[in-house]
């Protein structure tokens, strides 16, 4: 009878404002689960590349997965879904000529010829979408509270004031500098637009349409 008597003394108020800060501590759990992540620099210069194709002018090598393997997960991820590849590539002339990529060299996946797309087209598909972290203001409501022994607040601190804005905006400017970091690198590292001494071996990027990693190789145009 005792116990039953504790339970109905319980005051209301507390119990719906323990239940409203518990909602609260749930969705910070999810939300904080969904940071922004950096872009790490795919340095194709200083890949380990697995997949040859040679021809007599030409040494081409590449290599998939450079994304996953930079460690740059949340890019990866979106990449699989994305319909196109982000291919790390070393082109060595052995030719006697100046090369000029994307007039001298035609690139094949799985023997038919394609256009590297553009990396405007891969990174819009792929970025992270910096508005998603507004939803870290729903933390702004979030307060820590004291109660006494019988279940009345005794004082509330407006801890979500900072909180919230405070990760949201930082997620935004996180996940804008990292969108804009990778579109840089793969527009400075677009191999369609390198030029390829006699005898000199250039690195770089280039995007290729496909869910599957294709078989790679390369020809000089007649």
């Known amino acids: 009878m005792q116990r039953i008597k504790e339970i109905k003394n319980v005051n209301p108020k507390a119990m719906k404002k323990s239940s409203i800060n518990f909602l609260f501590i749930i969705i910070s759990v999810i939300l904080l689960s969904s940071c922004a992540g950096p872009y790490h620099a795919i340095s194709p210069g200083q890949i380990s590349y697995y997949a040859n194709s040679n021809i007599d002018e030409l040494d081409f090598s590449y290599k998939y997965n450079v994304m996953i393997e930079r460690?740059?997960?949340?890019?990866?991820?979106?990449?699989?879904?994305?319909?196109?590849?982000?291919?790390?590539?070393?082109?060595?002339?052995?030719?006697?000529?100046?090369?000029?990529?994307?007039?001298?060299?035609?690139?094949?996946?799985?023997?038919?010829p394609f256009i590297p797309m553009e990396p405007k087209v891969y990174t819009n598909a792929v970025?992270?979408?910096?508005?998603?972290?507004?939803?870290?203001?729903?933390?702004?409501?979030?307060?820590?509270?004291?109660?006494?022994?019988?279940?009345?607040?005794?004082?509330?601190?407006?801890?979500?004031?900072?909180?919230?804005?405070?990760?949201?905006?930082?997620?935004?400017?996180?996940?804008?500098?990292?969108?804009?970091?990778?579109?840089?690198?793969?527009?400075?590292?677009?191999?369609?637009?390198?030029?390829?001494?006699?005898?000199?071996?250039?690195s770089g990027l280039m995007v290729v349409p496909g869910f599957a990693s294709s078989s790679l190789t390369i020809d000089l145009n007649d």
């Open 127 to 202: 970025k992270q979408q910096a508005g998603f972290y507004l939803f870290y203001l729903l933390l702004t409501p979030i307060s820590l509270n004291t109660y006494d022994e019988y279940g009345n607040t005794e004082s509330s601190t407006p801890i979500g004031l900072f909180i919230g804005p405070g990760i949201a905006l930082g997620n935004l400017i996180g996940a804008s500098q990292a969108n804009q970091n990778m579109l840089r690198e793969i527009e400075r590292e677009n191999i369609i637009n390198k030029t390829i001494e006699p005898g000199q071996s250039v």
């Open 71 to 112: 460690r740059n997960k949340k890019y990866a991820r979106k990449e699989v879904r994305s319909g196109m590849n982000l291919v790390a590539v070393r082109i060595t002339n052995k030719s006697s000529q100046k090369l000029v990529v994307k007039d001298d060299i035609t690139f094949y996946s799985n023997g038919q």
